[in-house]
């Protein structure tokens, strides 16, 4: 097993370098140079020197590697906008990503596991009908969609919630910080709470299938803690599920960030992308990549102790 | 083709394999651990005359189908000679695959896997001759005259899909794919053993039928004892990638000379229900194959094994008939062992 | 919204009928199907699939002929007549926040939307299904070497890749399209390699070797047949992530443009009508919606007619 786990690593470096060479020839796809986007009509020889000073002038291939490099001991060099490090902009972005996923992905698994697990065990009922047709709705509503309803419902209708931006207050645990959380946080919810509950709910069916439950209700248990029984089982499949769908949520909540102003990382990338500041670009996108590859890595190592399994496989 | 068999007067035989050796690598966990080898066949030399069918048995694992398959060339071989028709195979102005296989032919144990699921059976044998270049009307109708000759009526079962069929006659369906190129030789590879034993009996009748009819020569591979000598005009021993004795069905079955064989035999079911077993006259698993023991590879589960046979690797030599030869040193003349026979 | 886990497909051949050997049909009583035959006999008695289909069809259908519905012109602007609710006389939607007609939009906004959801899985499956079949047809370095690529792709979550290649390469609906694609052809090769590696493995394949037949023949008719039905089912799945890929795409500014009709952009462009008139702000969404989960619906349909498992 550990050499599975140590080879399961080792693989994440190629990947890892794969990524950052796609992070930096996607920035250079684009026509044009970076800076004169920015810059607009400006007189040549300005422009040619701030390009020495960004070190746009060099080689393509050099260039990726002072990136790299400088990247790796986190000097993302200055936002062409803004003038701030790239570096410390995207922590705090991230932060807030992180809370908004962590939020997203915790009442995904509440919800979604609960519902999953009841459904699988009244199989066949009207509730197993409705959590299955619930997780279809959940995995074709686009999210920013849902966004946009609960903010008409809950903000504009209700005037419960406020509709924009993440709350004045410092602390994440004030009750201010809360109340803007808590939609942009549904709307993100909706894809994993729908994917935990269909695996749940097969898990389930499939746990309940097997012969040792027959040898538990011949045994006597009360079928709460047959259940229990089966949700023990079921449980280090739906987590390996959910924490996949975390990382998939950082990356992808740039489309409910921007409904809500929620200045997180997406909200970030798409500043970034339409003021073509090509240093916040690609430190955003790598950051985020690289996130998803470390995450997909730490679910499969720990699926691993779960599951002795997996590694013979 | 036949140059040689007409110049010399004295046939060769249909098929020679001389030194065949197929070793598979061991995928390891560690990272540089030294590389293992599962020495799956190792120097396996035999000949069949044509029109004779040569048995192989052994337990499983001991290389049987992996000689198959390397004389098919599905995968291929680290070393030996193949000799088709006194023509040797895939060399330059030797035998190319393509006659190869036309002219050998392979029935394989699945009968359900053996067949495309998503193809009516008679497309699954007009497959051969189509690749062969028959034109698609004149491939089916060669099928359907094939669906007859193994006892199925072509308008019957000719549309149908293999799990439409029972397995009995998916495996009718799989011999006459064999025999949609004429091949002069089959390879039958457990051809029967997943059927049920009436069934068995019936199929292998119809094997003995059209192998006097089409005048084929089979090599039948199979780790079921009695049906091998029901089958059989020549029997190979096979144990852990080594030919252990060669013989005539009656030197094999009613002289063997290898320990092992004689095991083998012995541990077989009798019919006779007075007849009990006092022990086990096999016991344990062969040895892992990945490290075969130096020596004679069967002294670990040998009553006889001494000294030499853990130093000296036993060579297949002649002993009594003509054509029966063993490789153990109780039988071969110089070797230091104590007990010679 | 990202394409589905692609690894754990099942091949299973021999659901579609009791268990081989357990039936000897008499003869006459049934004529033998074709395998498609059989999923066509399933398929149309599954009543959802069949929903499905007629509801897709009839917003395609209706996004084909739009030009020929004696439709008000979508683009045509109303200063008068903005944001009229649902139900309005002459504007059964109502209108939009420039005063055009919001069915006529949702109409013609069909045939982008559809469009950018169909044509990149299309591209995807042709690239990455031959990808994929060479790959798992051939093994061995080959072999690695497209997987391995395909990882670096697939190391990223599918909305985020997305986003950079079309915020890189700049707005527009062809870089939307192209940035579409290319997040989809990972996935595709990944499930195509991995059913072809099995059917590959299987005896039959071993069997048509053994008769001779060359590489092409072998994977036209021994491979194909098998391999299609699992990819297809997985590349109608992508269809309906593709749908709300790219509608976000446009819903970002980054896919169409104003004034062009598409059912994301105008989600966008209504965002800021939704304290006036919230229903006509939902309506583009809803109608991403309602395809996505349609296609979804066939998905699920079709893998329990042709019984695979992904």
Request: net charge neutral; hydrophobic share 50%.
């Amino acid at each position: 097993m550990l050499y599975y786990i140590l080879r399961r690593v080792l693989y994440t470096i190629p990947i890892a370098i794969g990524v950052s060479l796609i992070v930096f020839t996607l920035v250079h796809l684009a026509p044009g140079d970076p800076l004169s986007a920015v810059m607009g009509e400006v007189d040549q020889k300005m422009l040619a020197e701030m390009r020495a000073s960004f070190g746009y002038d060099k080689p393509l291939p050099l260039q990726y590697l002072i990136w790299l490099g400088s990247a790796l001991t986190g000097d993302m060099g200055y936002s062409l906008r803004t003038g701030a490090p790239v570096f410390g902009t995207l922590i705090d972005a991230a932060a807030n990503t992180m809370v908004l996923g962590v939020a997203a992905s915790f009442v995904g698994f509440l919800v979604g596991a609960s519902a999953g697990m009841f459904a699988g065990y009244h199989h066949g009922t009207w509730v197993d009908k409705a959590v299955s047709a619930a997780a279809i709705a959940g995995v074709s509503i686009p999210h920013y969609w849902l966004a946009i309803i609960l903010v008409i419902v809950f903000s504009v209708q209700l005037g419960w919630l406020p509709s924009m931006g993440a709350g004045a207050g410092a602390s994440v645990l004030s009750w201010d910080a809360w109340k803007h959380m808590l939609l942009p946080a549904i709307a993100l919810a909706a894809i994993p709470c729908a994917i935990v509950a269909r695996t749940a709910r097969a898990c389930v069916m499939e746990i309940l299938s097997m012969e040792f439950v027959e040898a538990l209700r011949a045994r006597g248990l009360s079928e709460r803690r047959i259940l229990l029984h089966v949700s023990r089982n079921a449980l280090p499949t739906v987590l390996a599920v959910i924490g996949l769908q975390f990382a998939h949520l950082l990356g992808g909540s740039i489309l409910v960030e921007v409904v809500f102003s929620w200045p997180g990382t997406g909200y970030l990338l798409n500043l970034a992308i339409f003021d073509r500041d090509i240093p916040v670009l690609q430190g955003t996108i790598l950051l985020l990549a690289l996130f998803f590859v470390l995450t997909n890595l730490v679910v499969d190592i720990l699926q691993t102790f779960a599951d002795p399994r997996i590694s013979r496989a | 083709m036949n140059t040689r068999e007409i110049s010399t007067g004295h046939p060769a035989p249909l098929l020679s394999v001389r030194g065949l050796r197929k070793y598979f690598p061991v995928k390891s966990e560690r990272f540089f651990a030294p590389r293992l080898m599962v020495q799956a066949v190792d120097d396996v030399s035999f000949s069949i005359e044509a029109g004779e069918t040569l048995g192989i048995v052994g337990e499983s694992g001991c290389g049987k189908s992996t000689t198959a398959r390397l004389l098919m060339r599905l995968i291929a071989p680290d070393a030996g000679e193949v000799d088709f028709a006194g023509r040797p195979v895939l060399t330059e102005d030797g035998l190319s695959l393509r006659d190869l296989r036309r002219n050998m032919q392979m029935v394989f144990q699945d009968s359900y896997a053996s067949l495309n699921p998503r193809l009516a059976v008679q497309d699954s044998i007009a497959f051969g001759p189509r690749a062969h270049g028959v034109p698609g009307p004149k491939a089916t109708a060669k099928a359907r005259e094939l669906l007859s000759l193994v006892g199925l009526d072509p308008d019957q079962f000719g549309r149908r899909y293999p799990h439409e069929l029972s397995g009995g006659q998916r495996q009718r369906v799989n011999v006459a794919r064999a025999l949609a190129l004429d091949p002069r030789l089959v390879i039958l590879d457990e051809a029967v053993s997943a059927l049920d034993k009436s069934i068995e009996a019936q199929v292998l009748n119809l094997l003995m039928d059209l192998k006097a009819r089409l005048q084929l020569t089979y090599l039948f591979i199979s780790h079921d004892l009695n049906v091998v000598q029901y089958i059989s005009d020549h029997v190979l021993v096979m144990y852990l990638g080594k030919a252990v004795e060669v013989g005539s069905v009656e030197d094999i079955y009613h002289r063997p000379r290898h320990p092992y064989t004689q095991a083998l035999l012995a541990s077989r079911p009798t019919m006779d229900p007075e007849v009990k077993l006092e022990r086990s006259p096999l016991t344990g698993d062969p040895p892992n194959p990945i490290n075969p023991p130096p020596g004679c590879r069967f002294r670990t589960r040998c009553a006889f094994a001494e000294d030499v046979c853990g130093r000296v690797e036993p060579a297949l030599t002649s002993c009594g008939a003509t054509g029966h030869a063993v490789a153990c040193h109780m039988h071969i003349p110089d070797s230091s062992h104590s007990r010679r026979q | 919204m990202n394409a589905p886990e692609a690894q754990r497909i099942t091949l299973k051949f021999d659901a579609l009928t009791p268990a081989p050997g357990a039936m000897e049909v008499p003869v006459g009583v049934m004529l033998p199907r074709t395998y498609w035959q059989t999923v066509g006999v399933r398929l149309a008695r599954d009543p959802y699939t069949a929903a499905c289909a007629f509801i897709l069809l009839a917003i395609a259908g209706a996004a084909v002929l739009a030009p020929w519905l004696g439709l008000p012109d979508p683009a045509a602007t109303n200063a008068a007549q903005r944001l009229l609710p649902v139900g309005s006389s002459g504007h059964l939607l109502g209108t939009d926040e420039l005063g055009r007609d919001m069915l006529s939009r949702l109409i013609h906004g069909g045939r982008l939307s559809l469009t950018m959801g169909v044509l990149p899985v299309a591209v995807a499956l042709a690239i990455g299904g031959t990808l994929g079949l060479v790959a798992g047809f051939i093994g061995g370095r080959t072999n690695m070497l497209v997987m391995r690529l395909t990882d670096v792709l697939y190391a990223f979550p599918s909305i985020l890749l997305a986003v950079a290649i079309a915020g890189s390469l700049g707005a527009g609906v062809g870089n939307a399209l192209l940035a579409i694609t290319i997040v989809f052809i990972p996935p595709i090769t990944r499930v195509t390699e991995s059913v072809t590696t099995q059917v590959r493995a299987m005896d039959f394949v071993e069997a048509a070797r053994a008769s001779g037949a060359g590489a092409f023949r072998i994977i036209r008719t021994h491979i194909l047949g098998n391999v299609m039905g699992p990819v297809f089912v997985y590349a109608t799945v992508l269809v309906s992530v593709s749908i709300l890929i790219s509608a976000g795409l446009s819903f970002i500014g980054l896919g169409a443009s104003p004034p062009t009709a598409e059912w994301g952009l105008m989600l966008n462009t209504l965002r800021e009508s939704i304290f006036l008139a919230p229903l006509n702000a939902v309506l583009p969404g809803f109608m991403i919606f309602i395809t996505s989960m349609c296609f979804n619906l066939i998905s699920d349909g079709l893998r329990s007619a042709m019984d695979v498992r992904l």
